[in-house]
Antibody, heavy 121, light 111 residues
Framework: EVQLVESGGGLVQPGGSLRLSCAASGFTFTTYWMHWVRQAPGKGLVWVSRVNEDGSITNYADSVKGRFTISRDNAKNTLYLQMNSLRVEDTAVYYC??????????????WGQGTLVTVSS | QTVVTQEPSLTVSPGGTVTLTCASSTGAVTSGYYPNWFQQKPGQAPRALIYSITNKHSWTPARFSGSLLGGKAALTLSGVQPEDEADYYCLLYCGGAQPGVFGGGTKLTVL
């Protein structure tokens, strides 16, 4: 059974840091791109970041570039999101999702249950 | 920066048919945008429904179908059930620095 389980969310003050984790199981982790998506309370989904299968390619939304770092540990089947210089507007539920990319398809399928990050003083 | 636009809300009667659309600010949506569709119910994580325009996941009910329609990606629900009431999001691959852009979502009411 495919499972993605996020952890690491919580309450942090503006300017603070958090590291989110996404533990993957039930599939071959190294064959998937992994993405982070966030959703502010009552708002829509927003793409945050992605990393390729071996961690050599990363991309970020402009809103988090320079502050967030995505990484993965394929030996531990775990995806990470290091979030620094957090702002109130980073408050959201953060989801990890797996994506299979092929020559003529981009297949998003499984998502984690999400972890809530609250940035507030 | 590409903006992806969906209808903010739609209402459909049980048993009816409704089409949700997904437009790109840069022009017509084509196969190269690899549209994906997701359903989200309150308090739940998104659930994938459709990938690369028309392809269903093993768990996607047969009443859901994807297509390209008039330069947009489209999600059609035929024979709508009360449990289909949810928010629906499309995702377009816009390439380069914006590999994924979500639409603002459509709130579907079954009434």
């Amino acid at each position: 059974e495919v499972q993605l389980v996020e952890s690491g969310g919580g309450l942090v003050q503006p300017g603070g840091s958090l590291r989110l984790s996404c533990a993957a199981s039930g599939f071959t982790f190294t064959t998937y791109w992994m993405h982070w998506v966030r959703q502010a309370p009552g708002k829509g989904l927003v793409w945050v970041s992605r990393v390729n299968e071996d961690g050599s390619i990363t991309n970020y939304a402009d809103s988090v570039k320079g502050r967030f770092t995505i990484s993965r540990d394929n030996a531990k089947n775990t995806l990470y999101l290091q979030m620094n210089s957090l702002r109130v507007e980073d408050t959201a539920v953060y989801y990890c999702a797996r994506v299979r990319v092929g020559g003529d398809y981009s297949l998003w399928d499984y998502w984690g249950q999400g972890t809530l990050v609250t940035v507030s003083s | 920066q590409t903006v992806v636009t969906q209808e903010p809300s739609l209402t459909v009667s049980p048993g009816g048919t409704v089409t949700l659309t997904c437009a790109s600010s840069t022009g017509a949506v084509t196969s190269g945008y690899y549209p994906n569709w997701f359903q989200q119910k309150p308090g739940q994580a998104p659930r994938a429904l459709i990938y690369s325009i028309t392809n269903k996941h093993s768990w996607t009910p047969a009443r859901f179908s994807g297509s390209l329609l008039g330069g947009k990606a489209a999600l059609t629900l035929s024979g709508v059930q009360p449990e289909d009431e949810a928010d629906y999001y499309c995702l377009l691959y816009c390439g380069g620095a914006q590999p994924g852009v979500f639409g603002g979502g459509t709130k579907l009411t079954v009434l």
